[in-house]
T-cell receptor, first 113, second 111 residues
Framework: GENVEQHPSTLSVQEGDSAVIKCTYSDSASNYFPWYKQELGKRPQLIIDIRSNVGEKKDQRIAVTLNKTAKHFSLHITETQPEDSAVYFCAARGMDSSYKLIFGSGTRLLVRP | DVKVTQSSRYLVKRTGEKVFLECVQDMDHENMFWYRQDPGLGLRLIYFSYDVKMKEKGDIPEGYSVSREKKERFSLILESASTNQTSMYLC??????????FGPGTRLTVT
């Protein structure tokens, strides 16, 4: 089955700097890769996703890149702000599991003012 | 607006008790999921359901069962609660296989 590894587990950056979180997946048939943000005490919420027929997607200060050959995808946050502080989860959906998402272990991002 | 609710935010139960966690969504979604969230382990899938009365095991189903009698409601049952089931439990729903919408979570403590 699908396995998703996420790094780093914690990340501390200065406000205004960029942050990058990386994930690798095992199932080469996976075709959908969402990123969820979970603020302290709140529920996870989708912030961006990418499908396997696209290499990059941007939404304002966040972007996701996908390298299908290497089976990894990354979340990029530019011009970080204190409100970006949260736990971020990557996930992958494999072709053999139409409804399931397999989540990474999470990255705790701290943006220092 | 999308809405997924869970019956309790905090729950304290004793070892051996039968525990029911309920999740309700108002979006007419086919798919519903139960996860547990533990530090450093991310979100691990316990069970999911893609239709009424249909269920499939996730990655960690041992010690749990589920019930989905109505489309909007998905219940997680701990048959005999144990201390290693102390965790945050998150319910989610999705339309077909895309974005999952999460509930606020239930923090369960088993003593």
């Amino acid at each position: 089955g699908e396995n998703v590894e996420q790094h780093p587990s914690t990340l501390s950056v200065q406000e205004g700097d960029s942050a990058v979180i990386k994930c690798t997946y095992s199932d080469s048939a996976s075709n959908y890769f969402p990123w969820y943000k979970q603020e302290l005490g709140k529920r996870p919420q989708l912030i961006i996703d990418i499908r396997s027929n696209v290499g990059e997607k941007k939404d304002q200060r966040i972007a996701v890149t996908l390298n299908k050959t290497a089976k990894h995808f990354s979340l990029h946050i530019t011009e970080t702000q204190p409100e970006d502080s949260a736990v971020y989860f990557c996930a992958a959906r494999g072709m053999d599991s139409s409804y399931k998402l397999i989540f990474g272990s999470g990255t705790r991002l701290l943006v220092r003012p | 607006d999308v809405k997924v609710t869970q019956s309790s935010r905090y729950l304290v139960k004793r070892t051996g008790e039968k525990v029911f966690l309920e999740c309700v969504q108002d979006m007419d979604h086919e798919n519903m999921f139960w996860y547990r969230q533990d530090p450093g382990l991310g979100l691990r899938l316990i069970y999911f359901s893609y239709d009424v009365k249909m269920k499939e095991k996730g990655d960690i189903p041992e010690g749990y069962s589920v019930s989905r009698e109505k489309k909007e409601r998905f219940s997680l049952i701990l048959e005999s609660a144990s201390t290693n089931q102390t965790s945050m439990y998150l319910c989610a729903s999705s339309l077909r296989s895309y974005e999952q919408y999460f509930g606020p979570g239930t923090r369960l403590t088993v003593t």
